[in-house]
């Protein structure tokens, strides 16, 4: 009974990653388990690559809303994922900035909704934050920690059509964040 019970969970993870692969294809993933605990402590591994498709998911933010990210195609993207909330703390100017330019900043951060909710709330903050409480977003991005069960910094650029146009694993300051999303657009825009 156990053999048919896993065999019947790998048939259903393999005809989702093929359904996946028709709709859109994304970057591989790999789902690694234990022998003694085959459902109990499953992670999703990815990374993103230059030039594919952004990996969809959808996200509780700060205000209670869900966010799915095919929803905000035909909008230039700057994902931000953060390990602590403290460090989207000073974020306000950079969206200013990136708000001129015409880039959305998207926020995420592994605490729960209620806690950014207060924690922008609190500190004034113009932008909502997305709730990644799980990791595994993060994880599919290739920003999760297996060693410490969380979350790292990480930006990623995606261009309207919804493709990765840069990516960058670790925190930056601000300024250099904006600089390469000058970079990025400028090198992906047709110059006249």
């Not at 909008?75 to 950079?94: I, V």
């Not at 969206?95 to 922008?120: H, N, S, W, Y």
């Amino acid at each position: 009974m156990r053999t048919l019970v896993v065999l019947c969970w790998a048939l259903s993870l393999a005809s989702a990653a093929a359904a996946q692969e028709r709709v859109h294809p994304a970057p591989r993933t790999r789902i690694e388990t234990s022998a003694s605990e085959p459902f109990a402590r499953s992670r999703v591994h990815g990374n993103v690559m230059v030039g594919v498709a952004a990996p969809d998911f959808e996200l509780t933010s700060s205000t209670g809303s869900d966010v799915a990210l095919s929803r905000l195609r035909g909008d230039w993207l700057l994902l931000r994922f953060a390990d602590d909330r403290q460090e989207l703390a000073g974020q306000a100017g950079m969206k200013a900035e990136l708000d001129r330019m015409g880039v959305r900043l998207i926020a995420i951060c592994g605490d729960k909704p209620q806690t950014l909710r207060a924690f922008v709330q609190r500190l004034s903050l113009p932008f909502d934050i997305l709730s990644d409480a799980t990791g595994e977003v993060s994880a599919m991005y290739g920003f999760y920690d297996p060693s410490t069960l969380g979350a790292q910094p990480g930006i990623v650029i995606v261009d309207r059509r919804g493709v990765v146009r840069m990516a960058l694993q670790g925190g930056a300051p601000d300024d250099q964040v904006i600089e390469l999303t000058r970079f990025t657009m400028a090198s992906v825009q047709p110059q006249p």
